[in-house]
């Protein structure tokens, strides 16, 4: 595997399920990402993680729990989501979180329907 | 508030058709534009960076400029599979979010 994977690529869950998104990064990067795109928005940062530490919670609702156990696993665990959380959702990693000069590379999204 | 708007928000091409996407910025401390591309359904991948006011980048039919305000995604000679929608985002020194995307240009280039 190369760059940024991302599992599984579709997802259909009822609103009282509980699935995990997976992410792993094989770019040897220190920061991975969760994004979030609607229909029609920009994206939207939800997470940050930088050497294994949140550095960014950007409001996202209770129902949306990160874990990254090492600097190269990401998991998105969801549980009791609404319809509006359908979506498509992007992980992503650079080199360092803090930098505005490191590229981020993307992998190749979760799209998540949610019934 | 630091932005990133893009314009315009779709363009429909001829083939062959050359022609501009326009990204404009107010990012604080800006320390690199980044373009990518994204197919639907799919991740953006990327495609330049531009770290300062006058540089340029190609790739194939594709030409990156910067200035002080804004950038440029110059398409020359477009073909169908140019067709996708390209994004900015300006980076910043951030402990958090470091990238401000814009909301997108979607090319479509018709044969």
């Avoid at chain 2, 001829?14 to 404009?24: A, D, M």
């Avoid at chain 2, 953006?44 to 804004?70: I, N, V």
Wanted: glycine share 8%.
């Amino acid at each position: 595997e190369t760059g940024v994977t991302q599992t599984p690529r579709h997802l259909v869950m009822g609103m009282t399920n509980k699935k995990s998104l997976k992410c792993e990064q094989h770019l040897g990067h220190n920061a991975m990402y969760w994004y979030k795109q609607s229909a029609k928005k920009p994206l939207e940062l939800m997470f940050v993680y930088n050497f294994k530490e949140q550095t960014e919670n950007n409001s996202v609702p209770s129902r949306f729990s990160p874990e990254c156990p090492n600097s190269s696993h990401l998991f998105l665990h969801l549980h009791t989501l609404q319809p509006e959380d359908s979506a498509l959702y992007l992980c992503a990693s650079s080199q360092a979180g803090t930098s505005g000069t490191d590229t981020q590379y993307f992998g190749p999204g979760t799209r998540l329907t949610v019934l | 508030e630091d932005q990133v708007t893009q314009s315009p928000e779709a363009l429909r091409l001829q083939e062959g058709e050359s022609s501009s996407l326009n990204c404009s910025y107010t990012v604080s401390g800006l320390r690199g534009l980044f373009w990518y591309r994204q197919d639907p359904g799919k991740g953006p991948e990327f495609l330049f960076t531009l770290y300062s006011a006058g540089e340029e980048k190609e790739k194939e039919r594709l030409k990156a400029t910067l200035t002080k305000k804004e950038s440029f995604l110059h398409i020359t000679a477009p073909k169908p599979e140019d067709s996708a929608t390209y994004l900015c985002a300006g980076g910043r020194d951030n402990y958090g979010q470091n990238f401000v995307f814009g909301p997108g240009t979607r090319l479509s280039v018709l044969p």
